[in-house]
């Protein structure tokens, strides 16, 4: 360090960005459009001491770049930005404050809330205080690693085939008393044996992990001690949360990140990330200087037209990421081109997705972000997921994406909630349970959001639970929201967290009240996982995981949100099984649009029927009252027969008269197990229990040969 502090820093390169150490010595490169001088600060391994201060004297275009010879993985360092502190210019420059690399690969230090983060008082937000944080900001470490990836290769799982497992990398397994201690709730504990082997035998094909980037906890949460245990709060493009690491094998978090990901490939599994570039750490106005702002604040944000002192806060987290200015953008893709190739990962969910396509004049599937992914060699064959929303003016942009993404689809949620849920809840008021043309639109992949733009029907990612909200049992357990450990009083958890107000009210026994939970239960999966569209899974909601009421525990890193293996539905897991087996061996729906139009045989590729057996049309669709209806689906996706399906999600069992011809029955979600083994001809009524769902195939019977 003393030969470093001592040397000379050469110009150097501007690319690529960030710090890269070619074997000789470390080339750095930072990004700012706005500041008058960068320098480089070197620091002791713990990145507690400041040892040298060099200027990077090598500027391309708005790229500061200096290559310093001898300097090796494992150097510390940090940034400081010279220039204006002109809030009314949307300019926050204080060369007191360290500011960590936004392309740093390993991150070292905790942050911890101090005053010194800030550049104004926090006090007096006017006043300027020039207060020198080094000793307690984060740094980057230069890093240098490779991995040997074996044999690994992407699963590359069609979406036809696709059934996505949302979780979180520490709840999934923190209380799995299968997996060793030492490994639970990390990246090795969702890689070891007895986590692969649960995703296996229950059929996914896809984990969506929730953020795994380095995130920080909001001061108002540490102030309660809580923390943001999802990790929405992300600080780290390029990093792994260490927080998710065992660190067993003296493995590096890169390392485990890797290890974790050719497991699951190796299973034939896909690994999606949830990945946060709509805001970043450093909060509003008032939040602390930790690396964006400090080094360009106009560029990075989107400011407030008028009063650039301000931010757009579309995210709802106090600033939005300004993804239409170039650099902003190249940050993002370098970012997504780092996990698919250096990472190996399978694709991406975007969080607030609304955020990357918006212009100064609104949204816009135009946009420079969908482009550049597009056409991108790396990121155009990976799966690409929107959260088809932000809190900004329109940004609610369902539907509207561009071909080949993946949406949330949360009117499939709604719809299929109405349909089962509140109409057990609320049997007075049928009304609110919607409509069989609305559920039935839902079923078939929402043609009214995705057809008309040329979409396929995988493009409408469905589902009922995420980690967004109520688990599947809590939906069906609670009336109101059970909060107060959140500490703001029970006031949170709106919106998409609550819905609806659907507990099982009507029976007062408990029994009676429990089995109709069950049925519920069962209902809303098979609903999901028979639908046409790309379904997704919560993780827990296959063994009746609880949160105790909690719809928005996003602060809560204890036994609310982690699984609880020891205390799990047997039956609801094995009916998951079954039901995921069933989707993965018929394909109930294929991807194309139904046109409900007979051929030239008179069959029907898809058709609906009223449980007596007359056609449904006209007024019929749109009476709430009627809650039982059935779909007979003419060309299954791989089914080799036609299959039926029956619904009926009124309060008393319902008879359906069958369409011609024999009939199996696949699957009856009154059944714990949803087991159904019998056979019933055309002309045979069928009783449907309340709150279930019957699945049959047409069965060929063949003429007996002639004597």
Request: overall charge negative; charged content about 20%; hydrophobic content about 35%.
């Amino acid at each position: 360090m003393d030969e470093l502090s001592a040397a000379t820093i050469q110009a150097g390169c501007p690319w690529p960005l960030g710090a890269c150490f070619d074997g000789h010595g470390t080339n750095f490169a930072v990004f700012s459009a706005n500041a008058q001088a960068v320098d480089l600060c070197l620091f002791d391994t713990s990145g507690t001491n400041e040892l040298a201060r060099l200027r990077l004297h090598g500027r391309t275009g708005d790229i500061w770049h200096g290559y310093l010879p001898g300097a090796k993985a494992g150097l510390v360092y940090g940034l400081r930005a010279h220039g204006p502190w002109r809030p009314d210019w949307g300019h926050r420059f204080d060369a007191s404050k360290l500011l960590l690399d936004p392309y740093a690969r390993e991150i070292v230090g905790e942050f911890i809330w101090r005053d010194g983060h800030f550049a104004p008082d926090r006090q007096y937000p006017r006043r300027l205080e020039n207060h020198d944080n080094a000793s307690l900001a984060l740094k980057a470490r230069v890093v240098h690693d490779k991995f040997d990836w074996g044999d690994d290769q992407a699963p590359s799982i069609p979406l036809t085939s696709s059934i996505i497992y949302e979780c979180h990398v520490k709840g999934f397994s923190q209380r799995n008393p299968q997996v060793p201690p030492d490994l639970r709730g990390t990246f090795a504990g969702l890689a070891h044996s007895a986590s692969i082997n649960h995703l296996k035998q229950l059929g996914i094909t896809a984990v969506s992990l929730l953020p795994v980037h380095y995130s920080l906890s909001e001061d108002r949460l540490v102030s309660m001690g809580l923390s943001n245990y999802w990790g929405y709060n992300t600080i780290g493009f390029f990093c792994v949360n260490p927080r998710l690491c065992s660190g067993v094998g003296g493995l590096s978090p890169r390392d485990e990140f890797r290890s974790m990901v050719r497991a699951l490939h190796a299973a034939g599994l896909e690994v999606i990330l949830d990945v946060v570039y709509n805001h970043t750490a450093e909060a509003g106005q008032n939040g602390p200087s930790i690396s964006f702002r400090g080094l360009d604040n106009a560029t990075y944000y989107r400011l407030t037209p008028g009063n650039p002192s301000d931010y757009e806060n579309h995210s709802g987290c106090g600033n939005t990421l300004n993804v239409q200015q170039p650099r902003v953008l190249q940050l993002v893709m370098d970012s997504l081109r780092y996990w698919v190739s250096e990472m190996h990962v399978d694709g991406f969910r975007f969080d607030l997705a609304t955020v990357l396509g918006r212009t100064d004049s609104g949204f816009t599937p135009q946009a420079a972000f969908f482009a550049a992914v597009a056409q991108d060699p790396v990121l155009c064959r990976v799966k690409l997921i929107a959260e088809p929303w932000d809190i900004g003016p329109g940004g609610y942009q369902v539907g509207a994406f561009p071909r080949g993404w993946l949406e949330w689809n949360d009117k499939f949620r709604d719809t299929v909630r109405r349909f089962w849920v509140q109409s057990a809840a609320s049997p007075r008021s049928l009304y609110e349970g919607g409509t069989r043309g609305d559920f039935a639109m839902r079923l078939c992949g929402s043609s009214d959001l995705y057809q008309g733009g040329r979409r396929s029907p995988v493009e409408s990612l469905n589902y009922v639970i995420s980690h967004d909200g109520f688990t599947l049992r809590d939906l069906l357990s609670y009336n109101q929201r059970n909060n107060l450990a959140n500490g703001e009083d029970n006031r949170d958890g709106t919106g998409n967290n609550f819905s609806f107000n659907c507990g099982v009210e009507g029976p007062t026994d408990a029994p009676t009240v429990n089995r109709m939970r069950a049925r519920l239960q069962r209902a809303l999966l098979a609903t999901l996982l028979l639908s046409q569209g790309t379904p997704m899974l919560c993780a827990g909601d296959e063994i009746g995981h609880t949160q105790d009421g909690n719809n928005n525990p996003y602060c809560q890193d204890n036994p609310i949100t982690w699984m609880n293996w020891e205390v799990q539905d047997h039956d609801l897991l094995a009916f998951t099984q079954y039901l995921i087996a069933l989707r993965h061996q018929l394909r109930p729906f294929s991807n194309q649009w139904y046109t409900g139009v007979a051929d030239a045989e008179g069959n029907y590729d898809l058709s609906w029927w009223d449980a007596d057996g007359t056609p449904l049309q006209g007024d019929a669709w749109h009476q709430p009252m009627l809650r039982s209806l059935g779909c007979l689906i003419g060309k299954p996706g791989s089914a080799k027969s036609p299959l039926l399906l029956l619904f009926n999600s009124g309060s008393s069992p319902e008879t359906f008269a069958l369409p011609k011809g024999q009939w199996q029955a696949l699957l009856d979600t009154s059944h714990p197990r949803g087991q159904a083994v019998w056979r019933a001809a055309g002309s045979t009524p069928v009783p449907v229990v309340a709150h279930s769902i019957l699945l049959l195939e047409q069965t060929i019977v063949r003429p007996s040969p002639k004597s």
